[in-house]
Structures are given as structure tokens and as C-alpha cells.
């Protein structure tokens, strides 16, 4: 049996401790069931006792991390909000259609198994060279996946972020975001308690695929990966979408006690974690789970991760309220068990017991193990310390080097892909018309908006790990806080390689140190999210570290949307921030001059914070026009984004105290340029100067030409062409 | 005006039919379940977009076959007002109560963007209130927009002034490269002969409030309107 266990990745140790707290040898099916539940995937064994030193407590927040399937935060006026963010990276490398698909579909199962209605999608993606065959079809794949989902499903997908980097050639990034809203109060539990209330499987019926997927999420990539292929599940957004509706309406009565959905683990992990939750046992007959096929064994059924599948408890004598709504959807609910006194879970099949464990020690938080890592600061961090500036030629051609960088596949338009996705189903989302840095979406019957992007610059973090998340966290914050919105929380997904690497794992340390002290500054605690060990090749090591961050932003009023266009000729275009000497780890340096290593972009996180309570104060005070951050490719990348979205072109003079290259191309932080009407400019500088802010004049907003002290750089027609047909002609050839 | 909003299984621009007619323009409004076979005495049915019963087959072939459509195919071939959406109006091909099919699009991808249609005509229910000519800025978003038609009925839509809006650029010039989804004849909506079933690919209850930023689809609804209104008078 210890072979068994080790086969189905349970370590020595860990199948000793089984017997230990069983009292006897585990049998064929109990082993499988521990095999999934002590995962990576769904215990955070190597991770849970650096994300409780994240920041998790906030006024707002209404389900802390953890303690329900997605986080839950107070937005006002009696509406609460339900987001969460998920990776499906090993199902997406081996079937990347279905793979991404199920990670749409299960990240909005979490939100509307609390009761919340999923109203916003979002997804960060990362693949390797798109010049290989390989990763075009991944795109092509994943693309569709979420698309044909997300859009059958009825849901916008509003905001997203894709990186390019050969790291990911073999394993790449989906990580899928769902934000949703329901009344405050009428949320349900994953909670099961109450001796003799029964218990209802309800959507699809179990199926065979997706069998120790949790564990497969849980080992490296390797060339058999796609013999592991039953481990992808299949998804159904038909039936989803019927499951939504049907959840909803159920919930509208008192009659139900917890629900769950089933995603890694089946129900295995549903029954446990719910009984767990609520102390109560659980008996489980698993001959009544209806099936696709005949003769399923008992851990088969147990740990199936056949898709859109609920695990519903209901008060004793109501069955027939719940029953009537889910028959009303076509969709099953059959009762497969009752609540239990204890904390035992018992399942049968037809009769014969086949597996009793406690609830508890399966679970996290429970008694399934914790594990600290070795830690090794990497070795190529060397090859950073060695960077220097002055070693870099500046180009004589920057116009070039202008050109080069709009059409650079990590800074142009990503619209090949996204327009693969309703953006606008529901009629919420703002910013198709009045684009902004933020996805932003209206909500309907009050004034307010919601502000949401997920971002991580892996270039950043690959540099310096506690720095570059810090950015990605600030980075976040700026999005939303140039749309109009205060930040108010963030759900994570930590995507990193195999955490026995002590690289590896000391890049998750300082990763999980500087999210931390960014989340503090911002006072934006961790809901939860999701973490990604195991993202690598077993030939070509980790991806490059990408603790992804989702975060979450209020628009009290939605008359402050604030839009990253300019919007008229002859406004004029100011800094705010201060421009700095520097290349560092920028798309420019990257891409143009070919150096993979070098710092991050220069940032202080005291100046970031500042130079946002200044842009929420114009903002409210309704002094500028548009505001638009610095990122990927620099100023003049920024200043184009600005200017394409209605044709506008700019006239700006350059900081001759710093190199001309990094003024235009360098990334360092905390930046963003806005536009401001020229009778408010008088009232822009005073209150940027009162509150102590760095910033400078960069010219005037244009018709279409594009000049930077005196010099043509083209026009906007030009840029965009280029800047908008980019992906399309690197899928398309 | 009374009217239906039809839901089936799997439609998901049902909700925002309703608050457009409901919440933006104060109308008596009720959705319609596909299993019920009874309008309820409305005066205008809408078919939503979404993907009824999933559209794992050809889109809208299995909803024709649904107990309300029954209902609304009665209900139209007796001159009740009859308006589809995206799903709505691959729905109502299929029911054989507007000519032609809706196929995939040309480059075989899902598309959602803002796109442009030119106004063909007024004389309709759904235009009445558009100059012809007129371009308006409304979102598509599908996978299966392409209309095609043979030669015969494409001739008579045109002969009859059938077809309704047609895809555009901004200045309303019509030819390949402002068609988005490869429809015969840059096609984007028609009629049927008696002028009382409509269908639209384009989206404009999705283009219907300011604080969206684009209201160019409340001239659809504000034609109902205004149509409705004469009628009664």
C-alpha cells in the first residue's frame, strides 16, 4: 500500500502519518481520497505558512482568506463582492482548449456557489516565443477556451494582461478571474451541519474525467503529461449557466443549510471540506451519485472532477422546494448521503463501507501537513549585480526603436485575442466606449462602479521577487486608481516552479514579503486566490516567477470614471512622478538591446502611494481629462495608448538631465500621465505642489502627428497600424 | 405597449432586453419561459441573444422547436410584431419566419467589437425614427453571424426594401473590409415581407445609456416607440 501511496504522489512520511491517525492501514480507496486532498493543489502543504503572513484583516472584508470559497468585501450600499482568481496552467499545457474552458467555469462556480452573481471575468495569461508553431496553437486554444466559455456563459470578460517569454514555452499561465455581486446578508456557506439533513449532488452527472487532477496539478510537466490526459476535464458552459440560474433561485428560500461546488478533488473535497467547516460528519452513498458511464469504482466517483457540479446540504423536510427549482432547470439533484453526528465521513457503495476517514484531518487548516522549504537565493542573481547603465548604447535612430517597441508582442494590442471574448454581455462594462486602465463595469441601480485589473510584470519579480511583486501590487492599485477607484482588496495566484528548488521557493518567500508590505501600504488585504507550484519543464527549468495579483476597486461615483484617452486637441499633458535615469529590466532593454538581466525599474513604494493620493484627489476634484499609467514600454508607449484611443497625436519636450532613451523607453515606476484642460492647469499645479507631488509639463495634446522636442516620430494612423495588427500578423503570418 | 422578452435555456442578453425596455424605457415588460406557450396578451415579443439550449447544434435549431416559439410563430404569422436579437435572430431563421441562415463567421472566430451599420430604410417598426442613411455605432458579438441567402431571396429583400441595416464604416461606405463577419451583401439585419418579424446580428441594447458611453441603439428602441404610438393613434 505504501507503494500505492507513493505512486499517487503521497510522500513516505506523509502515508506513515496516515496510519498513525487512522489507527490501521488505509485501504485502496481512503488512499486516494488522501493522495488528493494532501495535494499541493488542495491542502498548500509548502504554501500556507507564508500566505498566513499576509495581510488578510480589512473593514470592508466579509470572508476572510480562507474561510469561504472565494473572499467577500463590503462595497455599500448593501452590496458585497465575491472575486476570486484561479490557475488552470497544467490542464491548459496538455488540452488547451478544454483546459482553459474549465478554468473559466470553475473560478464562477466559486463565486456563485456563495450566491453571488458572477458579473466580470478577467484572466492573466503567459506563453512562451510566439514564433514557435507550439504556443500559436496554445493561444489559439486557450483563446477560444475562455471565449467560447466566458461568452456561452454570459458573462464580460472586461480586463486581462498576456505576456510572451520563452520560460513558458512548455508550461503556460491561465489564470482566470471572477467578480460577483449579491445582496450583504444573502450569501450561503460551504457549510454542512445538522444530523439527519440530507444531502443533494446536483448539475452534471460524474464522469470519469479529470481523476486525480489535483494531483496532476501537482508534479512537473514531463513528455508523458498528455498520456495524463483524462486528468483534463470537459467542460459544459450550457450546463453551468443553468446551474447558475438554478443555484440562484434556489438560494431565495431558507431552505438550504451550505453548498460547495466541486472542483479539484470532486466530492471528496466538497463533502470533506464542508463537514469540516460545519463539524459534522457525512454518510455517502455512492451507488445513488448518477453517473455517465456504468460500473464507476468508489474512487472514481470519489475523485472525478467531472465539471458544473454542486454538493448541496438542505434542512430535513424541505428537499422538495430545492428538488422543484432544479427540475424546472433540467438539471439533476438527487440526494447521495445525510449529515452525521461526529466528524466522520462514511462512504458506501451499495452497502459496503469503502471508506471512513475524519473530515478533519483531510483538509487544510486541519490536520492535512505543513511544510517549510529550503531557501537559496538564486544564482543568476549575480548576473544582475553586474548590470550597469552606462554599458548600454543609446541608439542614434529612437524613432526606430519607437517603432520596434509598439509592433514588440508583450506591448502591443492584445485585440487578437480579446475580441475573441464578450466584453459587454449584462450592459455593465464602461469601458468599451470610455476605455481606462481598469476594467470598469457599471452597477446597475446605484451610482457606483467597479474598477478591476490583474497584473504582474514577470520581468519585474524575476529581477528582484519582493520588489517586482511589490510593483505588481502598486501597479494594480495605479490601474484602478487612474480609473476613478480605491482599491479594496486583491485575491492572488502564485505561479511558480517546483517549490522543492530552493530558488524556487525563495523566490515565492520574498514574493509572498512584498505583496505584503505593498498590501499593507495600500490597505488592501489578501482575500485568497490560488497557488501554482510546479510550473515548469522537467528539462527546462521554472517559469519565471508570476505571483499574478487580482484586485478589486470601488467607483462611488461613476460621473469620476476616469478614461486613458486624451480627449482634445491643444489639452495639455503633464507627468506626474518623477522620470528617473533608468532602463532597467524594460521592454526596451529586454527586446531591443537583448539583456535578459538587470534590477528592477527604480521604486519607492512611499512615492507610489503618494503620487496615487494625489491622482485620486484630481480626480475627485475633476481637474484632468484623462490619466493613463507608465508600464511596459515606457512613457512613449504611454503617451500613444493615450493618443490612439480617439486619434490624437502630442507635441512633448524631453528632460535633458536624463538619458533620452530612458526618458522615452525606461520603465521606472509610479508615473502617470494625464491630460488637463488649459484653463484647469493653474488649479492641476497648485494642488500637485500643496500636496508635495513630483511633477513636470510634457507638452500639448495634438492633432495626429506625434513630435518630441521638435522631432517627427509619425503619426498615429502609422502607430496604429502597427500597434493594432501586431499579434494578429505573428498568429497569422 | 406590452411586451415579451422570451427566455430560453442558455439565453443570456435576456436580462438586458428587459432592463431596456423596463428600466430604461418604462415599459410593461415580462419574460416569457420556453416551456409556457402563452404571450401573455403582449403587444412586441423579443427573442434575446445568448445560446439557447447551449447551440451545440446549429444556433437556434433546437429553441424553434420549443413551446413558446410555437406560440410566436402563430402570433406572427397573424401580424404580431416579432424582434431578434443576435440569438434572437438566428432563432427566428430557423423558425422559417425571416428568409436565410446565419453561418459562421468568415474567419471562423467569435467577434465582439463595436462595429458600424448604415440605416437602409425607415420603413419599419425598428427604424421608423432613423433617417435612411444614417450610421450607427452598435456592438456585435458572435461566432455565428454570416447571412447568406440564395441569389432569389437576396433579389427580393432587396426589390422589397427587406433589408434593414447593412455593415459600415464610420462614413457609411459598404464594402468587404467594413464587413466584419463575411454576410452576403454586408447584411447586418432584415424584415420579413409583411414588416412585422425583425432580426439583428448587432447588439443595441448593449448601446442604449450614456453612462456606457454610447447610446446610438436607443434610436432602435426609440423607432418601437414611436412606431407603437401611431399605431395606437
Known amino acids: 500500500m505504501k507503494d500505492t501511496a507513493a505512486k499517487l504522489g503521497l510522500l513516505p512520511e506523509e502515508y506513515d502519518r496516515i496510519v498513525e491517525t487512522l489507527g490501521r492501514e488505509p485501504n485502496f480507496t481512503e488512499i486516494s481520497i488522501f493522495s488528493v486532498m494532501w495535494s499541493e493543489h488542495c491542502s498548500y502543504k509548502n504554501s500556507i505558512t507564508w500566505l498566513k503572513k499576509l495581510p488578510k484583516d480589512g473593514s470592508r472584508i466579509l470572508a476572510k482568506a480562507g474561510e469561504e470559497n472565494a473572499g467577500l468585501v463590503d462595497i455599500g450600499d448593501g452590496l458585497a463582492c465575491a472575486f476570486k482568481i484561479e490557475s488552470h496552467n497544467h490542464p491548459s499545457a496538455i488540452e488547451p482548449y478544454q483546459g482553459a474552458a474549465t478554468g473559466v467555469g470553475g473560478i464562477h462556480r466559486d463565486i456563485f456557489t456563495m450566491g453571488a452573481r458572477p458579473i466580470a471575468a478577467l484572466n492573466s495569461l503567459r506563453f512562451g516565443d510566439i514564433n514557435l508553431a507550439k504556443t500559436k496553437w496554445l493561444v489559439r486554444g486557450v483563446s477560444k477556451g475562455i471565449g467560447d466559455y466566458g461568452n456561452s456563459f454570459g458573462v464580460p470578460t472586461i480586463a486581462g494582461e498576456v505576456y510572451f517569454d520563452e520560460s513558458y514555452n512548455i508550461n503556460p499561465l491561465v489564470n482566470a478571474m471572477s467578480v460577483g455581486i449579491v445582496e450583504k446578508g444573502k450569501t450561503i456557506s460551504a457549510t454542512s451541519y445538522g444530523a439527519g439533513n440530507p444531502v443533494f449532488i446536483v448539475g452534471s452527472a460524474t464522469g470519469k474525467d479529470g481523476i486525480h487532477g489535483a494531483t496532476f496539478a501537482s508534479g512537473d510537466l514531463h513528455e508523458d503529461s498528455a498520456s495524463s490526459l483524462p486528468s483534463v476535464q470537459v467542460g459544459d458552459p450550457f450546463q453551468e449557466k443553468l446551474l447558475l440560474e438554478a443555484t440562484l433561485e434556489a438560494m431565495q428560500s431558507d431552505a438550504i443549510i451550505g453548498m460547495q461546488d466541486m472542483g479539484a478533488a470532486g466530492i471528496t473535497c466538497s463533502t470533506s471540506e464542508m463537514s469540516a467547516k460545519g463539524k459534522a460528519g457525512m454518510v455517502i452513498w455512492l451507488d445513488k451519485v448518477p453517473t455517465r458511464q456504468p460500473d464507476m469504482k468508489p474512487f472514481e466517483i470519489l475523485l472525478s472532477e467531472s465539471q458544473e457540479r454542486m454538493l448541496v446540504v438542505i434542512k430535513k423536510g424541505r428537499e422538495a422546494e430545492v428538488e422543484k427549482v432544479f427540475e424546472k432547470w433540467d438539471l439533476h439533484c438527487t440526494q447521495i448521503g445525510e449529515v452525521i453526528d461526529g466528524d466522520i465521513l462514511k462512504y458506501y457503495m451499495h452497502g459496503e463501507l469503502v471508506a471512513e476517514v475524519p473530515a478533519d484531518i483531510l483538509v487544510l487548516g486541519g490536520g492535512a501537513p505543513i511544510y517549510q522549504r529550503e531557501v537559496k537565493e538564486p544564482e543568476y542573481f549575480n548576473e544582475i549585480k553586474k548590470y550597469n547603465i552606462d554599458n548600454i548604447p543609446q541608439p542614434k535612430d529612437l524613432v526606430a526603436v519607437a517603432k520596434s517597441l509598439a509592433a514588440e508582442v508583450n506591448i502591443a494590442s492584445k485585440k487578437w485575442i480579446y475580441e475573441q471574448y464578450d466584453s459587454m454581455v449584462q450592459t455593465n462594462t464602461a469601458t468599451t466606449n470610455r476605455p481606462s486602465d481598469a476594467g470598469v463595469i457599471r452597477l446597475k441601480g446605484t451610482n457606483k462602479g467597479l474598477a478591476v485589473k490583474v497584473d504582474c510584470n514577470p520581468y519585474y519579480v524575476f529581477a528582484n521577487p519582493r520588489i517586482g511583486t511589490a510593483i505588481a501590487v502598486s501597479e494594480a492599485a495605479r490601474n484602478i486608481v487612474c480609473s476613478g477607484g480605491v482599491p479594496v482588496a486583491i485575491t492572488n495566484n502564485l505561479n511558480f516552479g517546483n517549490p522543492y528548488n530552493p530558488e524556487v521557493y525563495y523566490m515565492f518567500t520574498e514574493a509572498i514579503m512584498g505583496m505584503g508590505e505593498a498590501c499593507n501600504k495600500f490597505d488592501t488585504p489578501v482575500t485568497g486566490g490560488n497557488v501554482s507550484f510546479y510550473n515548469q519543464s522537467a528539462d527546462g527549468g521554472p517559469v519565471m516567477p508570476t505571483p499574478t495579483i487580482g484586485m478589486l476597486g470601488v467607483i462611488d461615483d461613476m460621473t469620476t470614471h476616469t478614461q486613458l484617452g486624451f480627449q482634445n486637441d491643444g489639452d495639455e499633458i503633464y507627468l506626474i512622478g518623477k522620470p528617473e535615469n533608468d532602463i532597467s529590466s524594460s521592454q526596451y532593454l529586454l527586446k531591443y538591446h537583448n539583456t535578459k538581466y538587470s534590477p528592477t525599474p527604480f521604486f519607492n513604494l512611499d512615492e507610489e502611494f503618494k503620487n496615487q493620493e494625489a491622482i485620486k484627489g484630481i480626480i475627485k476634484e475633476k481637474l484632468i481629462l484623462s490619466a493613463h499609467d507608465v508600464s511596459d514600454g515606457g512613457l512613449f508607449i504611454c503617451l500613444l495608448e493615450a493618443g490612439m484611443v480617439n486619434n490624437f497625436g502630442f507635441d512633448i519636450s524631453s528632460d535633458n538631465t536624463i538619458r533620452k532613451d530612458a526618458f522615452l523607453f525606461g520603465e521606472c515606476q509610479s508615473r502617470i500621465v494625464v491630460s488637463v484642460d488649459k484653463d484647469r492647469v493653474g488649479a492641476l499645479e497648485n494642488y500637485l505642489t500643496s500636496h508635495g507631488v513630483s511633477f513636470s509639463k510634457l507638452g500639448k495634446v495634438s492633432t495626429q502627428n506625434i513630435s518630441i522636442d521638435g522631432e517627427n516620430f509619425g503619426s498615429i494612423p502609422e502607430y496604429k497600424d502597427i500597434y493594432e495588427n501586431a499579434l494578429g500578423v505573428m498568429m497569422e503570418g | ?233
Open chain 2, 1 to 233: 405597449m406590452k411586451c415579451g422578452v422570451i427566455i430560453f435555456p442558455g439565453s443570456n442578453c435576456d436580462h438586458d432586453t428587459v432592463h431596456m425596455l423596463q428600466t430604461v424605457y418604462g415599459l410593461q415588460t415580462v419574460e416569457l419561459w420556453h416551456k409556457d406557450a402563452d404571450l401573455q396578451g403582449c403587444d412586441m415579443i423579443f427573442v434575446p441573444g445568448g445560446f439557447s439550449y447551449g447551440d451545440y447544434l446549429r444556433c437556434g435549431a433546437v429553441a424553434r422547436f420549443s413551446p413558446i416559439m410555437e406560440a410566436v410563430i402563430k402570433f406572427a404569422n397573424q401580424g404580431g410584431f416579432v424582434m431578434g436579437i443576435c440569438n434572437g435572430f438566428q432563432v427566428l431563421c430557423e423558425a422559417h419566419l425571416l428568409p436565410g441562415v446565419l453561418m459562421r463567421n468568415a474567419n471562423q472566430k467569435f467577434i465582439c467589437k463595436n462595429i458600424y451599420l448604415r440605416t437602409e430604410t425607415s420603413d419599419s417598426a425598428i427604424t421608423a425614427a432613423i433617417e435612411r442613411g444614417k450610421v450607427l455605432k452598435i456592438p456585435i458579438a458572435h461566432a455565428e453571424g454570416l447571412y447568406y441567402a440564395d441569389d432569389n431571396i437576396i433579389a427580393d429583400l432587396n426589390k422589397n426594401h427587406q433589408i434593414l441595416f447593412r455593415y459600415s464604416d464610420a462614413n457609411g461606405n459598404v464594402n468587404d473590409a467594413t464587413n466584419p463577419n463575411g454576410s452576403l451583401s454586408n447584411i447586418a439585419g432584415i424584415c420579413n415581407a409583411t414588416r412585422n418579424v425583425f432580426g439583428m446580428m448587432p447588439h443595441p441594447e448593449r448601446a442604449g445609456e450614456g453612462i456606457l458611453g454610447n447610446t446610438d441603439g436607443k434610436l432602435i428602441f426609440d423607432s418601437i416607440m414611436q412606431f407603437a404610438s401611431e399605431k395606437v393613434a
